[in-house]
């Protein structure tokens, strides 16, 4: 099945750091701009970060501007998020997506989801 697997989240303290991985070996089609999006319970989804195929160009919401690191290794079909200096309110369930429309800015459009991988940030 095609699909994209996260993986890297978990519980933090505030002020904590995590990284998270998106794979996309899965898909037969895997040289696309991704983004990574987070939903917490009650709130819509927001998209956080996005990235070129090539790395050279990203996006990151005012929200975690300065915090968040986007990345990625085509050798191994992965997009990173580096998480730093975590906040409560960063809590949500992060997922990432392959875009088959990007602005260069937060409107998207994703084709494969994955499953999302959970991050809260608590004392």
């Known amino acids: 099945q095609e699909q994209l697997v996260e993986s890297g989240g978990g519980l933090v303290q505030p002020g904590g750091s995590l990284r998270l991985s998106c794979d996309a070996s899965k898909l037969t089609q895997n040289y696309y701009a991704r983004a990574w999006f987070r939903q917490a319970p009650g709130k819509e989804r927001e998209v956080v970060s996005a990235?070129?195929?090539?790395?050279?160009?990203?996006y990151y919401a005012d929200s975690v501007k300065g915090r968040y690191i986007v990345s990625r290794d085509n050798a191994k079909n992965t997009v990173y998020l580096q998480l730093n200096n975590l906040r409560p309110e960063d809590t949500a369930n992060y997922y990432c997506?392959?875009?088959?429309?990007?602005?260069?800015?937060?409107?998207?459009?994703?084709?494969?989801w994955g499953q999302g991988t959970q991050v809260t940030v608590s004392s």
């Open positions: 990235i070129t195929t090539t790395g050279l160009n990203t």
């Open positions: 997506a392959r875009l088959v429309f990007w602005d260069g800015k937060n409107r998207t459009r994703g084709d494969y």
